[in-house]
């Protein structure tokens, strides 16, 4: 978001002609914003390493076939990022094995583990928390809070104005405690 | 306050916390009664948004993956004859006093694209000799011309160093002959070799006697089968200033080689792999310890010291050395297969043999290696069994070398056996170990069975092989909610198995209404008749909900008979109990494909256009 937007443009440009430097400069610029977007949304590091990939290749073969962005790229690199978590959500909820998606895979290495497991074990219940929230509670929710993004920068990536995304956050925090306290959300 | 007003109130807060304009103790005591919830709520969720851990690795893998899907386009065909281009002549390209900039330009260029291809990791342990070697020195030059920091630059170096030393032990262990080349310090001759670093030379040129011991040297020479490096020619690199120092100093690097601890430069406080450089001078009167940087590998385990090394001569190098400890006895111990002798005076400590450990010695003059400190760094790693691990489910994430299986992420390497055509959305069955916090994919089979999902009653139990709308269905690995009786309503999704067995995943089963229909059995012949197994409740009345059809029962396989007399002992319409699961078979060979057909295509639990709510697929495919 902090580029110029014709800088933007033509990174896009030569990126749908399959530019690799274009490529890789889109890929730098957004990678880290979306990884830890989608990091926030599931908490796992493996999956949003995946999914981050996932998100430009997709991107490309929008480019590719000229179904691409309208307003805001980087709006709609989040957006793609947000339906792949959707997808994620939806395959795991319509999985009829057992749950085994809270086995959290502890890296062998750096912090101690059993610290990263009990991270991940507060982490779990707002994340399920979350979960339970409408899509774009959901998603401002991780933009503005986990994410730190402005108001004003959440607008722009959710293409709505400033007020209904204050009506938005609102609304998402409120629910957000609701569910936490074990009611249902209004 | 409305709730526009409330919004915009909320968001002010926010922005005060945002901005730094108030603490959350400040937040808390402005937030009104309303707002104090969300607040909270708020800080909450700013305190769990924990940074993720550092995601640079991953984002490098994702990156490399993204990059290697880009296929260039077809070029555009030119609308018209291009204009004739300009003949671009090789000066005007390249401007003589341009041209080590554009060479060098290119070098990158090239480099940076075979360290793209992974050229430089497929030389990466290319040794001196091989056809891959020119390509590891070019990669290393160009990191060395890319590494602007001086610390960094430094340590870079020392490992470029450490590396040399490393091919040459391995290239003498094979006792090629190649050309090499390194950096070391000049320790002394021995008889009529001499020795710079860890190696003997044959030098011809005798200004060498001229050069002080511990002056560093850059060798290039070519090794022999006999262990000794003829030098074609050497020169000065530096000479350290020395540093008095006797306290030895805690070593911070895991490295399997013979480490060459060059004399001290002044530079002990600089982040460098190699904290230990030092001299030992007999004479200096105050021993002071080095400041070292505080060590990084968290596996060292510092446990021996030396002793005040009594039999040093001036200007000794210390040398390190580090592998497997596989000797410990009080006059001898070998290291990563080089034999030392213990210091006079001083007694290795004991440690287990196996352990990964540094060994400090100097060479004396007779070519002796003289141990005088020994640490440990690693003990033998326990062996244990590993945990083998099997994960069914879909695939969700696909790379080339990992994939992600219900949350469950293992690494694919090239032992993995891949059964089966392997994508994302396919179900497979993932066997693997666990290794260093790592799941390791051993095989990955593709379950390709086509999906199914259909309802019908309950007409045979047999173990976990149940007669449901007349297929048999396997729920022993179903998730089963309710209880299979005879007669009760179930729907099942799961999988069409080649020999038409279905394997459920699921079976939701409602119980038999609580007002039975009448039985509506198409012979008059009462249930006690029937040839039913004694472990069957007798309240397990044949099909109680049936309709009063004989030929909606797939369970025959020969259509009742029109006179009782052909058979009067066989009743034609009890087949529900069944003392073996009943097979496929039964439907006969012509109508089994198209049900299913059909039923491969069903949505889950749902039904097709016109299907009838219960056992209408049974109904419909049987006249």
Known sequence: ???????????????????????????????????????????????????????????????????????????????????????????????GFVAIDDVYPLPAHDTDPYQIAAAHLDSTALLEAIHRLTEEQAQVITLRFLEGYSINEVATLMEKSEGA???????????????LMGEEPL | MSQEAAFERFQQLLERLERGESTPEELRAAASAEMAPLVEMVLHLRAAAAPPPDPAAALARARQRVLASVEPLPAPVPARPPTPARRWTWPELFPRRLQPAWALALLL?????????????????????????????????VG???????????????????????????VLERGWQVRVDYEAPLIGREGPYWRVGPYLLE?????????????????????????????????????????????????????????????????????????????????????????????????????????????????????????????????????????????PGWQPADIPLGSQVRVRYYVAADGTRVAIGLDLLATPAPTRQPAVVVVRGEVTALSANA?????????????????????????????????????????????????????????????????????????????????????????????????????????????????????????AEPPTATPVPTEEPPTATPIPTEPPRPTATPIPTEPPPPTPTSAPTEPPTTPEVMKEPMTVSAFGPLARPAVFRRLSLAPLFGRFPGQKPKNSLRTSKLP
Request: net charge neutral; proline share 9%; hydrophobic share 40%.
């Open chain 1, 1 to 95: 978001m902090s580029s110029s937007p014709a800088d933007e443009v033509t990174l896009v440009e030569r990126a749908a002609q399959s530019d690799p430097d274009a490529i890789a400069s889109l890929y730098d610029r957004y990678a880290p914003k979306i990884y830890s977007y989608i990091y926030h949304r599931l908490s796992d590091p493996f999956l949003a390493e995946d999914l981050t990939g996932q998100v430009f290749l997709r991107m490309l073969e929008a480019l590719r076939s000229e179904r691409g962005w309208h307003s805001s790229f980087s709006g709609w690199l989040f957006r793609i990022a947000h339906n792949l978590i959707i997808d994620h959500y939806r395959r795991r909820d319509q999985a």
């Open chain 1, 165 to 179: 995304i204050k009506a938005l956050q609102y609304r998402a925090v409120n629910n957000l405690r609701r569910l």
């Open chain 2, 109 to 141: 260029v090239v480099l940076l694209g075979a360290l793209t291809l992974g050229g430089v990791r497929v030389s990466a342990a290319a040794l001196p000799g091989e056809p891959l070697y020119p390509l590891k020195r070019a990669s290393e030059t």
């Open chain 2, 144 to 170: 060395l011309l890319l590494t602007f920091d001086p610390a960094e630059r430094a340590e870079r170096l020392a490992t470029l160093r450490e590396r040399r030393l490393r091919e040459i032990e391995a």
């Open chain 2, 203 to 343: 030098v011809s040129d005798a200004a060498l006697a001229q050069v002080p011991t511990g002056t560093w040297l850059r060798v290039v020479g070519t090794t022999g089968g006999d262990g000794i490096i003829r030098v074609s020619r050497w020169s000065l690199v530096r000479v350290p200033p020395p540093v008095p120092v006797v306290t030895p100093t805690p070593l911070s690097t895991v490295t399997p080689t013979p480490t060459l601890l060059p004399v001290g430069t002044g530079a002990e406080e600089s982040p460098t792999p190699l904290p230990t450089r030092r001299v030992i001078r007999p004479p200096q009167p105050t021993p002071t310890p080095v400041p070292t940087r505080a060590p990084t590998a968290t596996r060292r385990l510092p446990t021996t010291t030396p002793t005040s090394s009594p039999t040093l001569t001036a200007t000794a190098v210390i040398l390190a050395h580090t592998g497997v400890l596989t000797v410990l006895a009080s006059d001898r111990l070998v290291v990563g297969g080089l034999e030392f002798v213990p210091a």
């Open chain 2, 403 to 523: 994939l992600v299986v219900n949350g469950v992420r293992f690494r694919i390497t090239a032992s993995t056996e891949i059964i089966g055509d392997l994508a994302e959305g396919v179900e497979v069955v993932v066997t693997g170990h666990e290794e260093d916090g790592t799941l390791i994919a051993d095989r990955i089979e593709v379950i390709a069975l086509p999906p199914v999902a259909f309802d019908g009653l309950i007409t045979s139990i047999a173990g976990n092989r149940l007669v449901i709308g007349g297929y048999v269905v396997d729920i022993s690995r179903a998730v089963v909610q309710g209880t299979p009786v005879i007669g009760a309503f179930a729907r099942v999704s799961g999988r069409l198995r080649a020999d038409g067995v279905v394997l459920a995943d699921r079976v939701v089963i409602e119980p038999p209404t609580a007002t039975p229909t009448p039985v509506a059995s198409p012979t």
